[in-house]
């Protein structure tokens, strides 16, 4: 599990910038920055029409990650003590970005 803060303030999970998905999937299979990556667990509130996934917002979360070029990946997990999750004003997964993303 690792301590999660997400500024992505439209996203449908994010709750005083913790997540109530539960888990979050970061793409950027071919990542070779931080800007190449996303969350792919994003909803976007109002148009994804999706509710949270749990009640209350929980900061130690489970990270499947796709950026095997980050030196916090192993085996499609996020090893990371701690990450951010960056997108203010995003509208689509693609406009957030994991910031965490150290390249090996």
């Known amino acids: 599990m690792t301590d999660l803060k997400c500024s992505v303030e439209n996203c ?3 709750k005083s910038e913790c997540c ?3 888990d979050i999937l970061v793409g950027g299979k071919h990542a070779e920055n931080k800007d190449d990556t996303c969350c792919e667990s994003f909803a976007q509130e109002g148009k994804d029409h999706v509710t949270s996934a749990l009640e209350h917002p929980s900061k130690m979360i489970s990270i499947d990650c796709e950026a095997v070029k ?3 990946n192993s085996n499609y997990k996020c090893t990371a003590e701690h990450i951010d999750i960056k997108g203010c004003g995003a509208c689509d997964c693609r406009e957030t970005a994991c910031a965490t993303f150290t390249e090996k």
């Open 20 to 22: 109530c998905k539960g």
């Open 12 to 14: 449908v999970y994010n």
């Open 70 to 72: 980050c030196i916090y």
